[in-house]
């Protein structure tokens, strides 16, 4: 018996959020609650930070796909998170690049593994 499928969420800036929208991501439910935020300059990381947990709370999010750039701002709760559903990941936006030193999840992915379990 297959369960419920899950959303995809997103929080970043415009660029990435309408591609993903485009793509068929968005959703948005009768209550006005949405599965995105569009991070832009006057955007307070008091509310970033309640979108992200609000995401984590909900049981329809599979995955949350989040600019590496947004993430920085609320990089204590990105820690924080380490249950493996949702399943955040960092992603580049258009105006910044994707660094590997910075995502966290990436970090503690490499932790779990050695160069001999790969030889």
Same mark, same amino acid.
């Given at each position: 018996?297959?369960?419920?499928? @899950?959303?995809?969420?997103?929080?970043?800036? +415009?660029? %990435?959020?309408? /591609? &993903? #929208?485009?793509?068929?991501?968005?959703?948005?439910?009768?209550?006005?609650?949405?599965?995105?935020?569009?991070?832009? @300059?006057?955007?307070?990381?008091?509310?970033? +930070?309640? %979108?992200?947990? /609000? &995401? #984590?709370?909900?049981?329809?999010?599979?995955?949350?796909?989040?600019?590496?750039?947004?993430?920085?701002?609320?990089?204590?709760?990105?820690?924080?998170?380490?249950?493996?559903?949702?399943?955040?990941?960092?992603?580049?936006?258009?105006?910044?690049?994707?660094?590997?030193?910075?995502?966290?999840?990436?970090?503690?992915?490499?932790?779990?593994?050695?160069?001999?379990?790969?030889?």
């Amino acid at each position: 018996m297959a369960g419920r499928a @899950k959303l995809v969420a997103v929080i970043g800036d +415009e660029d %990435t959020c309408t /591609g &993903f #929208l485009l793509s068929g991501v968005g959703e948005l439910k009768k209550t006005r609650e949405s599965n995105f935020l569009v991070v832009e @300059k006057d955007t307070s990381i008091a509310e970033i +930070e309640e %979108t992200f947990r /609000g &995401f #984590l709370g909900r049981d329809d999010v599979g995955i949350i796909l989040i600019n590496q750039f947004v993430a920085e701002m609320i990089r204590h709760a990105i820690d924080a998170h380490v249950q493996s559903i949702p399943a955040v990941l960092e992603i580049p936006s258009k105006e910044h690049p994707y660094d590997a030193s910075k995502d966290s999840i990436l970090r503690r992915a490499e932790g779990m593994f050695s160069a001999e379990d790969f030889r």
